[in-house]
């Protein structure tokens, strides 16, 4: 794989990879390296680790690094590694980027500020210091719905002046603004959904992948559903992607996090602990994610989702 053109890596269905827990609340090593390798497996290009699915808000700046280096000692060449480094306060920021590099990343995915509520002028200056003490290509993450916060066409039409800044992790759900940003981009700027529900359209419009929440439980599906659209199969893709739409909507009515987990313990590769402020869920929202995945195995639609039956409590 060559990793310094990220157009032959930076596409497709890359899952955001949750950070597993023993029952001591210690990173779970066995099975997080089992969830690496079932995405390479798999057929993906890379996988994004220590970022919202990870739970990097509640990791130690430790176990971050060594979660990094974990993945990128585990990969060894075969997928990029993806670093979630972002943080509300910029210096850290820089620190976990610097960590990053130092640990072997191939990318990093930095977030908008959270909380901070910044203006335009700080979101622009925010991601000019990250890439001034980095060499690594830098991946923005645009997700209103946690940093109260959009990233301005503008801003990120002048942040993509640098060659450093990639792409682009939009979880606006909005194709429409994928079809006006295209057009003012770089041709080697890559469009990346952060919404599972919306990336066949996204993809359909121009986008060149997700990364995602459910190519964690089925990455053949979701791999089916990017080749469906990369050969113009609308008809193919759309009906996969309705398998899922009920999946997605179980995964998403309580904690994503907590619902992610839930639903890998169900296949029987990590335990569904999660870290305070998160809980585990409640047995109804495991219920409907039990539903939700069993008449996706029964469908046959993915070849790694094969239990016979799926715990429903």
Known sequence: MTLHQPMHWL???IADLPTPFDDGDRVDWPAFETLCERQIGSGATAIVVGETMGEDSTLGRDEHEEIVAAAVDIARGRVAVIAGAGSNATGQAMELTTMAEAAGADAILSVVPYYNKPMQAGILAHFQAIVGVTGLPVILHDVPSRTMREISDET????SESRQFIGL??????VAR?????PTLPPMFRFLSGDDATTPAYLASGGNGCISMVANLFPELCHGIYEGCMKSHIPVSEGLSARIAALVTALSADSEVAALKYGLSCLGLVKPAVRLPLVELGDDARKAVALAMTALCEDKVSADASPRRLAMS
């Open 11 to 13: 596409g497709g269905f």
């Open 156 to 159: 990120i039409v002048r942040l």
């Open 169 to 174: 992790k939009d979880a606006t759900g909005s």
């Open 178 to 182: 994928l079809m006006r940003l295209k």
